[in-house]
């Protein structure tokens, strides 16, 4: 009975990071829509689709002082990022370009968000799990477990 209560406390922690996590998307999806509908032309790169105010919006808590990752994640360093990747949200219609970076945000945020505390992501940049064989060390903020 003991066990049973441990395994379904953590089941039901694991829906309310999942809850998290999909509130998280849809607030970085809303951003987006939002930065389109205010203009920004796709063909001009990706920051005129994300621009500075918006990348702030999205990512509210990045920089608190709690995130162990504070600093790290910039905008300029993002838009740079971006930059070496010509066809990264720039190619195809506004909506091609709007699911390709709310997916983006989507996956980085989710793999960089460490609880409720974290909400919006980009506040972990690696992550330790030793419960697998071999333990697990994923590295910034693509994080692809299969």
Known sequence: PELYYKITLADQL???????????????????LLAMAAGGAAAQGVGSVITRAVYETMLPNRDNSICPAKGFYTYDAFIAA???????????SADDVKR???AFFGQTSHETTGGPQFQWGYCFKEEKTMATSPPYYGRGPIQLTG
């Open 82 to 92: 971006a930059g070496t990747f010509p066809g990264f949200g720039t190619t195809g």
């Open 14 to 32: 694991k829906e309310l990071v999942s809850m998290v996590r999909s509130v998280a998307l849809a607030v970085c999806a809303a951003a987006l």
């Open 100 to 102: 390709e970076l709310a």
